[in-house]
């Protein structure tokens, strides 16, 4: 094709190139919705991966919510309870406050706990609250997320939330949140 050599030839050129940089803008903006998309994808994950974890480990902590955050499912009058069917294989459920006071008074207590505490109710998964998932429109489980937000010398902040949490979908939705200079649990 060569170099236009007339006027006419380098406007049609010129507009070409136009049309050319448009439709590449346009594959730009699609790639750049795509790539967010599974950026949103990657972090929604991540973060329902995250909350899986420490539904497994948060009830070995001696005060949830103070130095990491805290996740539990909730029984049907709202209560924190473990899972009987995440308890690890030997791990022994303490209902005597006796027993779990000469337990957690030993020399254990700057450790995660080996033991299920009497504060929690241990209960079968059939048996925790359920909300309904918006996106799956489905009975899913509702975990409560317990966190000291700030701790300051003039003042804590806690943070109590309650969510529906969806296998199915992948998906953690907000159902109420609060915010508390005091402990809430």
Not at 37 to 50: D, I, S
């Amino acid at each position: 094709m060569g170099f236009p050599t007339g006027a006419q030839g380098l406007s049609e050129l010129a507009m070409v190139c136009t049309a050319e940089t448009k439709a590449a803008k346009q594959v730009i903006a699609q790639v750049r919705a795509c790539l967010t998309e599974q950026e949103n994808k990657v972090a929604r994950l991540e973060n329902f991966g995250q909350v899986l974890t420490a539904l497994g480990k948060s009830w070995k902590e001696h005060d949830p919510g103070k130095r990491d955050n805290a996740y539990f499912f909730l029984d049907q009058e709202g209560k924190w309870a473990v899972v009987k069917e995440l308890i690890p294989d030997g791990t022994k459920v303490i209902e005597d406050w006796r027993e779990w006071r000469e337990y957690d008074t030993s020399e254990r207590w700057w450790r995660p706990l080996e033991l299920v505490s009497p504060r929690y109710r241990a209960i079968p998964l059939s048996e925790v609250l359920r909300g309904s998932c918006p996106v799956g429109h489905s009975g899913q489980p509702v975990v409560e997320h317990y966190v000291q937000a700030f701790d300051g010398p003039e003042g804590d902040s806690w943070l109590k939330e309650r969510m529906v949490v969806c296998a199915d979908c992948r998906n953690i939705s907000l159902s109420e949140a609060q915010i508390s200079s005091e402990r809430m649990r």
